[in-house]
């Protein structure tokens, strides 16, 4: 188990569920397009046929796709597709400083994730567009007794877009298993802020690292597909038997010092862009989070196309609001207007 890990040590699995991929864009409701390429091994093992709904049933599948273009003045969504559970309301245009720029809120219409789900979710933001893209309340993936669940996110940024992408925190309940894959695919001129908040358990329960495994990929990619960045956690409290049956809360091998240290909240986030040096994002990032009393840990992205940070803490409120202060920081400096108020409650 490790929170970053080696590609090439992480070879590709095929899920049982997907056919081999063939030269034709699959259908959307072919199990060649809502799983993903590879699924981790760890979250792999648990692979069962559900005795209730199984993969690619009413329901279990997922899709959104949403397109963005530039229209006149501003950005509009210009294609919708949505499949339930995953949907949303209509963009809303509330920034004071970016009255162009939409915020679209991610919905599902289940509360949360369960047992063989499959969701896919495309976002497409064309040249010169602008967007802010975020979730109405954090996710949650309910305890399974059969299989696993899989969300995937792939974003694409046009030529000088300028996209935010900051969902609320996972919370992944007791015995749960889950794999999440963000995949941003940008082009060299646009601008990419990307966040993922994983919280260890219903921490006002008491319930702290009893999931079975949580798993996620983030990879960076250009137009052409080539990997600039990949970034893998694997958090397996029970190890790689597993932990079947157990209730309550639990650590393992996850609260070693390489990985969450004893700590209930990880975070990160990616600064993708040509507007800013990316040392001079990393530096910012530093003096951002400094003196709040969390660990982290900040780096330049290869090929020097931006800057990310890990952090973690004790409290969802204290990460919440760091991670606030990165995305306010990071948006004055580069587009020059700060964050708005996204008035969640």
């Given at each position: 188990m490790s929170v970053v890990a080696d590609p090439v040590a992480d070879p590709p699995h095929t899920p049982p569920h997907a056919p081999p991929r063939g030269l034709l864009p699959p259908a959307r409701l072919e199990p060649a397009h809502y799983e993903p390429p590879r699924v981790p091994l760890e979250v792999l093992r648990h692979s069962s046929v559900p005795d209730t709904l199984g993969v690619g049933r009413p329901g279990k599948v997922?899709?959104?796709?949403?397109?963005?273009?530039?229209?006149?003045?501003?950005?509009?969504?210009?294609?919708?597709?949505?499949?339930?559970?995953?949907?949303?309301?209509?963009?809303?245009?509330?920034?004071?400083?970016?009255p162009d720029l939409p915020i679209t809120f991610l919905m599902s219409t289940?509360?949360?994730?369960?047992?063989?789900?499959?969701?896919?979710?495309?976002l497409s933001f064309g040249p010169g567009t602008s967007a802010h893209v975020t979730t109405q309340a954090a996710t949650?993936?309910?305890?399974?007794?059969?299989?696993?669940?899989?969300?995937?996110?792939?974003?694409?940024?046009?030529?000088?877009?300028?996209?935010?992408?900051?969902?609320?925190?996972?919370?992944?309940?007791?015995?749960?298993r889950f794999y999440q894959r963000t995949?941003?695919?940008?082009?060299?001129?646009?601008?990419?802020?990307?966040?993922?908040?994983?919280?260890?358990?219903?921490?006002?329960?008491?319930?702290?690292?009893?999931?079975?495994?949580?798993?996620?990929?983030?990879?960076?990619r250009r137009p052409g597909g080539e990997l600039v960045a990949l970034d893998t956690v694997r958090l397996e409290p029970g190890g790689a038997a597993g932990a079947a049956g157990r209730s309550g809360s639990?650590?393992?091998?996850?609260?070693?010092?390489?990985?969450?240290?004893?700590h209930s909240?990880?975070?990160?986030?990616?600064?993708?862009?040509?507007?800013?040096?990316?040392?001079?994002?990393?530096?910012?990032?530093?003096?951002?989070?400094?003196?709040?009393?969390?660990?982290?840990?900040?780096?330049?992205?290869?090929?020097d196309c931006g800057a990310w940070?890990?952090?973690?803490?004790?409290?969802?409120?204290?990460?919440?609001?760091?991670?606030?202060?990165?995305?306010?920081?990071?948006r004055r400096r580069l587009i020059g207007v700060p964050a708005p108020d996204l008035r969640k409650t």
């Open positions: 997922g899709l959104l796709e949403l397109a963005f273009e530039r229209v006149g003045d501003r950005t509009e969504l210009v294609r919708h597709y949505q499949k339930s559970p995953l949907q949303i309301m209509r963009p809303l245009y509330f920034d004071p400083y970016r289940g509360g949360g994730v369960i047992q063989a789900d499959r969701l896919r979710t495309d949650k993936v309910y305890r399974m007794e059969h299989d696993y669940a899989v969300a995937q996110t792939l974003l694409t940024a046009g030529p000088d877009a300028y996209v935010e992408y900051l969902p609320d925190p996972v919370i992944p309940y007791v015995d749960s995949v941003i695919t940008a082009d060299p001129t646009a601008t990419v802020l990307v966040s993922e908040t994983v919280l260890s358990g219903r921490l006002a329960r008491g319930e702290r690292n009893a999931y079975q495994v949580f798993a996620s990929d983030f990879e960076l639990g650590s393992g091998s996850v609260d070693g010092p390489a990985v969450l240290a004893g909240v990880m975070a990160c986030f990616f600064a993708v862009s040509p507007l800013a040096p990316a040392r001079e994002l990393a530096d910012l990032l530093h003096a951002t989070l400094a003196g709040r009393g969390l660990a982290y840990g900040v780096s330049v992205l290869p090929q940070v890990r952090l973690l803490g004790e409290h969802t409120e204290a990460v919440t609001r760091a991670l606030g202060a990165v995305w306010d920081a990071v």
